[in-house]
């Protein structure tokens, strides 16, 4: 899968409950700086990024690609979550082919604890098996970040393996939308 099928993009804004997924605008780089430079943010995902080097490189208007929403409250970012390819150089195939994708998110410290992430990836998840049917998203994290794991089986991952990289045991799951 190279592409996220026939996806539309963008698309108009999915709304939640208390929330809105749509696409990065302009006003939306200085959440993107703070959510990537953050040290609390980024504990199991190798430490946070320079905020000096994401001042410089971040575009005016980050994350613009398929799949990639910014997670809106209350008219404010809190974070981001994205449904896109699977790298083909990532460890772990659900199909043969490798046609499956991954998801992702980011919230910010603030955010965490109130189920924005639950509520969020429910809806990239809804959006992603409406626009690519049947195809499976797998999600990486450490099995040392409690929420995510639990987070992981609020949504209805499986576990697909264990593996060891970067000094910490890591946790592969699938999820697979109903057909």
Not at 67 to 82: L, Q
Not at 164 to 168: F, N, T, V, Y
């Given at each position: 899968?190279?592409?996220?099928?026939?996806?539309?993009?963008?698309v108009d804004p999915i709304r939640t409950e208390r929330l809105v997924l749509r696409e990065s605008e302009a006003g939306d780089r200085v959440t993107f700086v703070e959510l990537l430079?953050?040290?609390?943010?980024?504990?199991?995902?190798?430490?946070?990024?320079?905020?000096a080097e994401l001042e410089r490189s971040v575009p005016e208007t980050p994350g613009r690609r398929t799949?990639?929403?910014?997670?809106?409250?209350?008219?404010?970012?809190?974070?981001?979550?994205?449904?896109s390819r699977h790298e083909?150089?990532?460890r772990g195939r659900v199909r043969p082919d490798g046609g499956e994708a991954e998801l992702g998110y980011l919230l910010l410290p603030e955010a965490w604890g109130r189920g924005y992430a639950a509520e969020a990836c429910t809806a990239a998840?809804?959006?992603?098996?409406?626009?690519?049917?049947?195809?499976p998203v797998v999600l990486y994290t450490q099995t040392a970040n409690h929420r995510s794991m639990r987070l992981a089986a609020k949504l209805g991952f499986t576990e697909l393996e264990r593996f060891?990289?970067?000094?910490?045991e890591q946790w592969?799951?699938?999820?697979?939308?109903?057909?």
């Open positions: 899968m190279t592409e996220l099928g026939t996806a539309a993009w963008p430079s953050s040290p609390e943010v980024h504990t199991y995902l190798g430490g946070p990024q320079s905020r799949g990639h929403f910014v997670i809106e409250r209350d008219g404010a970012m809190i974070g981001t979550v994205e449904v083909a150089e990532r998840l809804g959006w992603f098996a409406r626009a690519c049917p049947g195809v060891q990289k970067w000094d910490a592969m799951g699938v999820w697979k939308p109903a057909t």
